[in-house]
Nanobody, 115 residues
Framework: QVQLVESGGGLVQPGGSLRLSCAAS????????MNWYRQAPGKQRDAVAG???????NYADSVKGRFTISRDNTKNTVYLQMDSLKPDDTAVYYC?????????WGKGTLVTVST
């Protein structure tokens, strides 16, 4: 059975850092593009960062230069390093695995940026 399990969320002050992890099982991890999405209270779900199976990355303009996505195919894990966090980054962050029409989601992890 496919599972995506996020970890690393929590409370952090503005300007601080967090690293999110997403451990995948039940899929051939190296064949999937991996993505991070987020949903803030009262807002739609937005793509934050993505990394293809070949290692190409892309970022939303709002996080470019502050967030870094990476993957370790030996550990079946994708990461999101978040630096210089802002209150507007507060959201539930979701891990996504995608290959053509196949699409899998984690349950999400809450990131709160506040004083």
């Amino acid at each position: 059975q496919v599972q995506l399990v996020e970890s690393g969320g929590g409370l952090v002050q503005p300007g601080g850092s967090l690293r999110l992890s997403c451990a995948a099982s039940g899929i051939t991890f190296s064949m999937y593009n991996m993505n991070w999405y987020r949903q803030a209270p009262g807002k739609q779900r937005d793509a934050v960062a993505g990394i293809t199976r070949s290692g190409s990355t892309n970022y939303a303009d709002s996080v470019k230069g502050r967030f870094t996505i990476s993957r370790d195919n030996t550990k079946n894990t994708v990461y999101l390093q978040m630096d210089s966090l802002k209150p507007d980054d507060t959201a539930v962050y979701y891990c996504n695995a995608r290959m053509n029409y196949l699409d899998y989601w984690g349950k999400g992890t809450l990131v709160t940026v506040s004083t």
